[in-house]
């Protein structure tokens, strides 16, 4: 390769002219060395000529790569076409609809930010009416008594919507008003030393006067401070609040008192805002832009602001989080500024805040919503319909060049095994025909005997995989006992079982069944496996996880196949069960002795539940048919779950062995060791079938309390058989 190198450099005028470039760059970099600045100007214009010349020879050599690389990359017809389609195709499409994304999520982000904005101008507007009521009613008092009672009335009166709202009376100097008519007693001074104050005033220390940038109309401004002390300041930066300040003057010409009103941004008022709205105020900066004054007022934390429900990945951080500026003055200068408050945005409630009226304009929003979705809706199945379609035909196309390409190699190679596969009948299609008849019926024989090997190996590798898809080793979870049993009845089976943790407290144990037996079955089941351990932790409760792992494989199950399955979830803090079944098999539940002398009934638990996976509609069916049972678990108690391969174990007969049977049995060895016991009921099974070949898997799942605590939990409330 550097042989190469050094022949393309002195055998062609593009290397020459890169040495050329390099000699002369090096000679006036020696000559700059040398003498600085006071090198000659031929040797400067010699410089530029050899970076010329570099530009020149690497814009030469990039063409020349890129050529090389075309014609490597679409050597093949196959990505000529498959290129051709998606820059002509795919690339106008995906940049259509990002536009509309992007374009939507800008509206509803600076809508967001409107509605964040006229709600913090509402707040300060409700603070300067509150000022003026309090300073009416100051003038109205002839008595200090009568002054303080006024402003502890006002101020309790409007706490109880506005937490943390203080009032204080301040002394006015200096300050002249143009002509205006009086109010009646407003030149008067309130009879009651001054500043006076009504409140905690827990956020900021109340004022004692009033800056000289408030005017005789008085003022309604938002005002920033610092809660954070000075270790935490050094550590994590500032934790800015906001209050709604509001200044109410009398009426005269030379006010010699003012009403200061404080209405705090509080977390009430912030829960307010997103109940409201669906917005979340999250953390306030002043550090925006260099204009910014900084907020020099220094308070304390009225309440503890709740985290920012938005999570910290880059998607949901792109979707969710915006920031707004919000105008604030600083309260002794008088400057003003911007605040920069982070929002946590909920795009769906702000879109229906912001989309749907009532009456008719809800209906016609909500069928013109419905249109825009069946409108893009269909756009993407027109646009997968094309990618798949443009994927075909291209596959079709080429695929017969291919084939017959490698054929041709292969004899060139004298192997005689290689069989072209015929993709279509057409000419191509005969041709590749006509070449496997050339190859003979021993080719063809070995191509088999090969394929069946390969077959075999895989599904061994299938069953191992499988079986290790399946929790292994011991089961250990506190406060429980576990155990399981799973036997496929081919290579391959479609019985599941799991056992997660859904929280610190909270377990999940997971049954499914999927239809039919095999190779099918068993995909369908790995499948069930990543979406529930992916949903597990989204939905606690068992009803709404059978539900979103419902609407997930309802789209990707085919028309002949669906799923049963149970799911319940041990509070372990509680000792209670929640329990949903979709088309499963009943749960049994077998009560711990006690130490009575009757042991408690065995009890057959049967929510009502449709199985997973069918098309029967949107799934509104299977949502209203779910039920979800509650049941409190005391020490003792045994749970049992299994598959329709344990309870229709056909005998000699066609006799089923049956639940109740099976619930009859685990009642009666209720006290024994779970690992012996889901031994015995197996070979109880087994022995009913009396050596009839096992038509179905056989899956099974014991679980047992061992402490005894107190149960809180309900008692069930779905049918109950007993056994």
């Given at each position: 390769m550097v042989a190469g190198a050094a022949q393309w450099l002195r055998h062609t005028f593009a290397g020459r002219l890169l040495i050329a470039g390099f000699v002369?760059?090096?000679?006036?970099?020696?000559?700059?060395?040398?003498?600085?600045?006071?090198?000659?100007?031929?040797?400067?214009?010699?410089?530029?000529?050899?970076?010329?010349?570099?530009?020149?020879?690497?814009?030469?050599?990039?063409?020349?790569?890129?050529?090389?690389?075309?014609?490597?990359?679409?050597?093949?017809?196959?990505?000529?076409?498959?290129?051709?389609?998606?820059?002509?195709?795919?690339?106008?499409?995906?940049?259509?609809?990002?536009?509309?994304?992007?374009?939507?999520?800008?509206?509803?982000?600076?809508?967001?930010?409107?509605?964040?904005?006229?709600?913090?101008?509402?707040?300060?507007?409700?603070?300067?009416?509150?000022?003026?009521?309090?300073?009416?009613?100051?003038?109205?008092?002839?008595?200090?008594?009568?002054?303080?009672?006024?402003?502890?009335?006002?101020?309790?009166?409007?706490?109880?919507?506005?937490?943390?709202?203080?009032?204080?009376l301040v002394p006015v100097r200096d300050v002249a008003c143009p002509p205006a008519l009086l109010a009646a007693n407003a030149g008067r001074t309130p009879p009651v030393p001054l500043p006076a104050t009504a409140g905690d005033w827990a956020h900021l220390p109340a004022p004692s006067s009033l800056p000289a940038w408030v005017k005789c109309e008085g003022a309604g401004q938002l005002v920033a401070y610092d809660v954070a002390d000075d270790a935490t300041r050094e550590a994590s930066g500032r934790d800015i609040r906001m209050v709604a300040r509001a200044v109410a003057l009398p009426a005269t010409r030379t006010p010699t008192w003012a009403v200061v009103l404080d209405l705090p941004i509080s977390t009430v008022v912030e829960r307010r805002l997103q109940d409201d709205t669906g917005i979340q105020i999250g953390r306030i900066t002043d550090v925006l832009t260099d204009e910014t004054p900084e907020v020099t007022a220094r308070g304390?934390?009225?309440?503890?602001?709740?985290p920012s429900t938005t999570g910290d990945g880059l998607i949901d951080q792109l979707l969710r989080r915006w920031i707004v500026l919000v105008p604030h003055v600083e309260w002794l200068s008088g400057r003003s500024g911007d605040l920069g408050v982070y929002l946590s945005l909920h795009l769906v409630d702000i879109y229906r805040r912001i989309a749907f009226g009532?009456?008719?304009?809800?209906?016609?929003?909500?069928?013109?919503?419905?249109?825009?979705?069946?409108?893009?809706?269909?756009?993407?199945i027109i646009q997968l319909v094309a990618l798949l379609l443009g994927l075909t035909l291209a596959r079709q196309i080429t695929g017969a060049v291919h084939d017959l390409f490698t054929g041709t190699e292969h004899l060139r190679n004298q192997d005689f095994t290689h069989v072209i596969p015929v993709r279509a009948r057409d000419q191509l299609g005969e041709l590749a025909e006509s070449f496997n008849v050339m190859t003979g019926e021993i080719t063809r024989l070995l191509s088999d005997v090969k394929q069946k090997e390969r077959l075999e190996q895989e599904f061994a590798t299938a069953r191992d995989i499988q079986m290790k898809l399946l929790p292994r080793g011991p089961i250990a979870v506190p406060g429980l006992t576990i155990s399981a049993y799973c036997e496929p009845a081919r290579e391959v089976g479609g019985d599941y079982y799991d056992v997660f943790p859904v929280s610190d407290r909270v377990v999940g144990?997971?049954?499914?069944?999927?239809?039919?037996?095999?190779?099918?079955?068993?995909?369908?089941?790995?499948?069930?496996?990543?979406?529930?351990?992916?949903?597990?932790?989204?939905?606690?409760?068992?009803?709404?996880?059978?539900?979103?792992?419902?609407?997930?494989?309802?789209?990707?199950?085919?028309?002949?196949?669906?799923?049963?399955?149970s799911y319940l979830v041990v509070d372990l803090e509680r000792n209670v069960m929640t329990y949903a079944r979709a088309g499963h098999c009943p749960l049994i539940l077998v009560p711990g002795s006690r130490g009575l002398a009757v042991a408690p009934p065995v009890k057959v638990l049967a929510p009502d539940g449709l199985v997973v996976g069918l098309s029967l509609d949107d799934g509104t069916m299977f949502d209203s048919l779910l039920e979800e049972v509650t049941v409190p678990l005391a020490a003792g108690d045994l749970v049992v779950l299994y598959t329709d391969g344990m309870s229709e174990m056909m005998n000699a007969d066609h006799d089923c062995f049956g639940e109740a049977r099976l619930g009859e049995l685990a009642g009666l060895y209720r006290d024994m060791p779970l690992?012996?016991?889901?031994?015995?009921?197996?070979?109880?099974?087994r022995a009913f079938g009396a050596g009839e070949a096992q038509h179905d898997d056989m899956t099974m799942l014991l679980l047992r309390v061992d402490a005894a605590v107190t149960i809180v939990a309900a008692e069930a409330n779905a049918p109950e058989v007993e056994a």
């Open positions: 002369l760059k090096g000679l006036d970099a020696l000559v700059a060395a040398a003498m600085g600045e006071a090198r000659p100007a031929v040797v400067s214009f010699l410089g530029a000529c050899g970076t010329l010349l570099l530009i020149l020879v690497g814009g030469y050599v990039l063409a020349r790569g890129l050529g090389w690389t075309r014609r490597r990359l679409l050597w093949r017809v196959r990505r000529k076409l498959i290129l051709s389609y998606v820059f002509v195709g795919l690339v106008p499409s995906l940049l259509i609809l990002a536009f509309f994304v992007l374009a939507g999520l800008l509206l509803v982000r600076n809508v967001a930010g409107y509605m964040v904005l006229t709600r913090l101008e509402a707040q300060t507007a409700q603070a300067r009416f509150l000022a003026q009521t309090v300073l009416l009613d100051v003038q109205r008092a002839t008595t200090a008594d009568a002054v303080r009672d006024t402003l502890e009335r006002q101020q309790a009166s409007a706490s109880a919507r506005y937490p943390f709202l203080s009032i204080a304390a934390a009225l309440d503890v602001r709740p009532t009456g008719l304009g809800s209906a016609v929003s909500g069928v013109l919503l419905a249109v825009l979705m069946a409108v893009g809706v269909l756009f993407l144990f997971l049954i499914a069944d999927v239809s039919g037996k095999g190779v099918g079955a068993g995909l369908y089941m790995a499948q069930l496996k990543g979406l529930v351990l992916s949903l597990a932790r989204l939905h606690p409760s068992p009803r709404d996880l059978l539900m979103a792992v419902n609407r997930v494989l309802v789209d990707h199950l085919d028309g002949r196949s669906f799923i049963t399955m690992d012996r016991l889901a031994d015995r009921l197996v070979g109880d099974v």
